[in-house]
């Protein structure tokens, strides 16, 4: 009798299985006004059950893994072609729970999907993925302190790390090579300057990992919980992600650094690229009107060395952050940081809020300027964070910025030259698109390691297998400053 069920059952799930290959009907909804699911997957599958599970397609497009359409469609594997009502489609795959459990313990569908993601994580994930793929289109991306999910750096350690690392103040280049004290930077020292801070250093850089991975790749932070939603679903220790997983981030912050300006500086520095492709920076503002100048696109050039520099068009675009915003930007992307503010109080808020946080260091900080007409010209007025954000599966780009290898470019500005820029710039933005879709990417052109490190963390996300990080090569900064 036993064993006629278990027949009976695993003739009914093969059925289920049988009838998902054959259908042509659609199994996505996310059609407007519909909200239950009616794709029948499942014989446990009723009419009123809800669309609360959201596949999450192990190969997928950047940045819409729980999407497919007709071109992503025509471009799946011939494993997958069994796969009828996955063709021709458009729309989330969205499924109610014995559905999704049907194609995730199926032979024939479970390895074409990570896992899946509720209603609410998939809403989180196309808001992150949407911001990344500006960051990635534009070079650049601006995110509003609300939703930073609260890494800002902790100021009420500002004074002390500044005290400690006051002995690595650098003035900066200030429109051409001249330097000037108006325009300066601090590295931070190792462990924040102090054993004591050692493990909140730690922390905060776990924390601002992951953000940036949210921020940077959403696939890759929303993967692994479609992962671990798989596992819980199914109860299969084959699909449980280890402490390997766990505690593994797919990127690394390092250098931190504070820079700020005084009054009366009134240029930009020259536009510079800091580092090489599948790196990023990234600034926090601390005071208003922070101003950063960017060539949008310019992470699309193709890689160049002292031979075969391109020409850079255009006067760029001055991009403003507030206290608490932060802008992500590749660190090929031409930048440059821009002029004081002019506001001579608009320190002073900072100021005073570091003093009521910690008196006795803040008043050690003689650089910080009293703001009396004594020493007007050294009043600071506008001051950020600098950190470099790199993925674990690259090269990292601390080597770039020790050896000092940023290159200085000197644009030509022509009218209008930010909207149309160049025909090298047009061809790397349409190279990303084609990216985007599977098997496409190319770690020989812009942005296709940032791409495939995305592939390929979660392919070792379905395979169980190690995440060790790799070295990739890049000659991509050629000049010293």
Known sequence: MQNNAENQNNEAHTHSILHLLDSTQLIISGMPGRNKCSHRIDQECEDDNPCSHYMFLAKGMFLRRTFIDEQLSANLPSTCQKLASLKNMTGQIALCQPCCETLLRGKESSDHFLGYLTKKENTEYRKYA??????????????????????????????????????????????????????????????WGSAQNAELQKLHRKKLADQMTKIISPDI??????????????????????????????????????????????????????????????????????????????????????NNRPTVHGSGKVVTINSGQILVFHSNLIHCGGMSCQKDNNFTKVRDSLIRMDKVNTEKINWFGSGTSSVKECVITDMSLHYTVDALSGQMSEGDFSAGKIEIFLPIWESNADEYYSKALKKGLKEYEDMKMPWRADAGKPCGSTILDVDKVLGLYLKGDSCTPSKRKSGRISRRL
């Open 221 to 306: 932070f929303f993967g692994r919980r479609a992962m671990e939603n798989r596992y819980k679903l199914l109860k299969a220790a084959k699909f449980k992600l280890n402490d390997n997983y766990q505690n593994w981030q797919a990127f690394a912050i390092k250098g931190e650094a504070a820079l700020w300006r005084a009054l009366g500086l009134g240029n930009y520095q020259s536009p510079h690229a800091d580092a090489h492709a599948g790196s990023f920076n990234m600034i926090e503002a601390l005071t208003n009107h922070y101003a950063i100048k960017v060539w949008r696109w310019s992470h699309f050039l193709p890689f160049w060395d002292r």
């Open 130 to 191: 949407r911001n990344a793929e500006k960051l990635h289109s534009d070079g650049y991306l601006v995110v509003d302190r609300r939703d930073f999910g609260g890494c800002n750096f902790p100021l009420d350690q500002f004074p002390q790390v500044c005290n400690s690392s006051k002995g690595n103040i650098e003035t900066l280049p200030n429109g051409g090579f001249d330097r000037t004290n108006k325009r300066s930077w601090m590295l931070f020292k190792a462990n």
